[in-house]
């Protein structure tokens, strides 16, 4: 593998890329037919997975897209977060609700910051 290859791979993997996942590594990630459940729902259960095992913050990305096409509202996705919170703890759930918000298009670190700089 030259340089340029690996590059690519690590970009690709990083983006959790699923067209790469499936024809390099045989990775099928589509199992929403099989599954029996509405668009929705899958959607965000994969989500729930994510959150559950501390996933990548692109990975929060490529399961936020598709729950929103799906018609679920932002509501929902933080809900599902809410929902797990008792199975993945605190700890994780503190963890990924930064992600989670960047993924959604809020930075909330950065309205924390804010916040703290207000009140000095």
């Given at each position: 593998?030259?340089?340029?290859?690996?590059?690519?791979?690590?970009?690709?993997?990083?983006?959790?890329?699923?067209?790469?996942?499936?024809?390099?590594?045989?990775?099928?990630?589509?199992?929403?037919?099989?599954?029996?459940?509405?668009?929705?729902?899958?959607?965000?259960?994969?989500?729930?997975?994510?959150?559950?095992?501390?996933?990548?913050?692109s990975s929060?990305?490529?399961?936020?897209?598709?729950?929103?096409?799906?018609?679920?509202?932002?509501?929902?996705?933080v809900g599902?977060?809410?929902?797990?919170?008792?199975?993945?703890?605190?700890?994780?759930?503190?963890?990924?609700?930064?992600?989670?918000?960047?993924?959604?298009?809020?930075?909330?670190?950065?309205?924390?910051?804010?916040?703290?700089?207000?009140?000095?």
């Amino acid at each position: 593998m030259d340089t340029a290859d690996y590059r690519d791979t690590l970009r690709r993997l990083a983006l959790s890329d699923e067209r790469f996942m499936e024809t390099e590594l045989g990775m099928g990630l589509d199992t929403a037919d099989i599954s029996q459940l509405d668009a929705k729902t899958y959607a965000l259960v994969r989500l729930s997975a994510a959150l559950a095992i501390d996933a990548a913050p692109s990975s929060y990305h490529s399961a936020v897209e598709p729950a929103l096409a799906a018609g679920a509202s932002i509501d929902e996705i933080v809900g599902t977060l809410i929902a797990v919170a008792p199975t993945i703890g605190m700890a994780r759930v503190v963890s990924a609700a930064p992600e989670l918000a960047l993924a959604l298009g809020y930075d909330v670190e950065g309205a924390i910051e804010v916040r703290e700089g207000e009140e000095r």
